[in-house]
């Protein structure tokens, strides 16, 4: 397996070539101000270019550096949280609807890849659902009803997946999916965007989100953005305190890229369906097939295990793909799962009516970012969307009141941290690439050391207080409450927060 620095590459972030663009510099007043380049907000930003507004997209890293450069790609009407739960909590015409805005994303990714002439692999395949060996075959029959319910109505029951080294049993079979290279198409998207007057600032951090009659954006160098719409597209809001926050939760889902002969693997999506659920997909990269696996999810912050995970999730391919070569590449990235399943589109609660936001991609934010794009469109537009109901981020959704109410209890149970000893007594225990909290007198502090020396930084999660946690797969400080994520230096990559750890 290659080193830490090489193995939480991404197979995308290795193959791609982002366009890089320049700082925000001075004052700009535009029509709609996105903040975050990844899916959600580039494709918002094209199709409103598109239509003639003027729109300026921030962001406080490189094009497709959160998660978007993170995921494994699958483009999918195959719902991971399956159609049948999606009734128990939306009934069956909202299960029919999010069958349709996800078949939609597709079909909008396929038309923007034809219009726009960009070159990211795009392919039509079919996708497979199965359940583990010795297993009942019932969540198979009841997935399959409530798909056809939902409008899917080609979805159809195999004898097997088509892995020629291993017999999955029944399968079900979700023609029409499709899968590509998410940063090769952010890349043709951000072009495109720029072709029809779009202005992109990376490297610029927004630090206050302000809506109403004087909606502004200011940034971390000093520069406003002022603007009639904003459109928070972060993976995660970082204008919010607490509203959105407490309707999803933060996960961590490892990923493995694993070289395998050509055309030994069908070229299809295949998912299972333990919870949590493997899912494998193969890419293309410089001549080169890759097999792609993910799975071994776990609440962010909560857990330091990514090697074991890792190595549960190489020993689960082997086992089914005996063709494998060595790991090439593993990462992490991080899922927001609604309690209620779905994303949460449209206007922000408690907020003014002209601040949008997209979040709460449940493991699909390829389809999610997508759907994001067409319904914030329509209405900062002005037009009416059939899914605004569905996605609106203000909803409340009764019959997934027990995961909120568990979610919400199991970060409450966080803020003990404060009361509990360090993880280390003196930095001498520390080797170098290591990090842990440790007690100095009522205070935790994030100890890191690197070759340089021992870095000392406050254990408290800016965004709303909770202590930090090592990760020592992806060398980050990882909050368990929300998921702001930062670096082992304390800079901040991942919202909630928008700003630092400070300096112990």
């Not at 899912?279 to 696996?293: C, F, H, T």
Request: aromatic fraction near 6%; proline fraction near 5%; charge should be negative.
């Amino acid at each position: 397996m290659k080193d830490d620095a090489q193995a939480t590459t991404s197979v995308w972030m290795a193959t791609a070539n982002t366009p890089s663009q320049a700082r925000l510099r001075e004052n700009i007043r535009t029509d709609v101000c996105i903040i975050g380049a990844g899916i959600a907000g580039m494709t918002t930003a094209y199709l409103l270019a598109k239509e003639g507004r003027s729109v300026v997209v921030l962001d406080d890293g490189p094009i497709g550096g959160g998660m978007t450069g993170r995921t494994t790609a699958h483009l999918t009407n195959a719902f991971d949280d399956r159609y049948v739960e999606m009734e128990k909590l939306h009934g069956e015409d909202g299960a029919r609807l999010i069958a349709d805005s996800h078949t939609a994303a597709i079909d909008k990714v396929e038309q923007i890849v034809r219009e726009e002439h960009i070159e990211c692999g795009f392919e039509r395949v079919d996708g497979f659902l199965f359940a583990p060996p010795n297993e009942s075959r019932d969540v198979l029959d009841d997935e399959l009803k409530a798909s056809h319910r939902a409008g899917l109505v080609d979805v159809e029951m195999v004898q097997r997946a088509p892995i020629e080294s291993f017999d999955t049993g029944p399968a079900l079979r979700f023609p029409r999916q499709a899968q590509f290279h998410p940063l090769d198409y952010l890349t043709g998207l951000t072009r495109a965007f720029k072709r029809y007057g779009g202005q992109i600032c990376s490297e610029t951090r927004a630090t206050t989100i302000t809506g109403g009659s004087e909606a502004q954006v200011e940034t971390d160098l000093g520069p406003v953005v002022r603007c009639d719409a904003i459109v928070v597209a972060t993976n995660t809001p970082v204008n919010d305190r607490v509203a959105i926050h407490t309707k999803q939760a933060p996960y961590v889902t490892y990923v493995i890229g694993m070289e395998v002969p050509k055309g030994s693997v069908t070229r299809a999506l295949f998912w299972d369906t333990p919870d949590p659920y493997h899912y494998v997909r193969l890419q293309s990269a410089d001549g080169n097939d890759i097999l792609i696996v993910g799975g071994e999810d776990h609440k962010t912050g909560q857990e330091n295990d990514g090697r074991e995970r890792l190595g549960r999730l190489e020993q689960w391919t082997r086992e089914r793909f005996p063709q494998v070569g060595e790991v090439e590449f593993r990462w992490s990235g991080q899922v927001m799962e609604p309690v209620d399943g779905i994303a949460f589109i449209g206007r922000n609660p408690l907020d003014d009516d002209n601040v949008f936001i997209a979040t709460g991609d449940s493991g699909q934010g390829m389809t999610h970012g997508t759907i994001a794009g067409m319904l914030l469109t329509d209405l900062l537009q002005g037009r009416k969307n059939r899914w605004e109901d569905l996605y609106s981020p203000s909803r409340i959704t009764l019959r997934a009141m027990g995961e909120y109410a568990g979610e919400n209890i199991n970060v409450a149970g966080q803020f003990t941290d404060y009361l509990t000893p360090g993880e280390i007594k003196s930095v001498d225990e520390l080797k170098p690439g290591q990090g842990a909290i440790m007690r100095d007198g009522l205070s935790k502090v994030a100890v890191f050391r690197d070759e340089g020396g021992v870095h000392k930084l406050s254990a408290v999660c800016p965004h709303l207080g909770c202590i930090v946690a090592w990760n020592s797969t992806e060398k980050t400080w990882d909050c368990p409450c929300h998921g702001s994520k930062y670096r082992a230096d304390g800079r901040v990559y991942q919202g909630p927060a928008i700003s630092d750890l400070s300096k112990a």
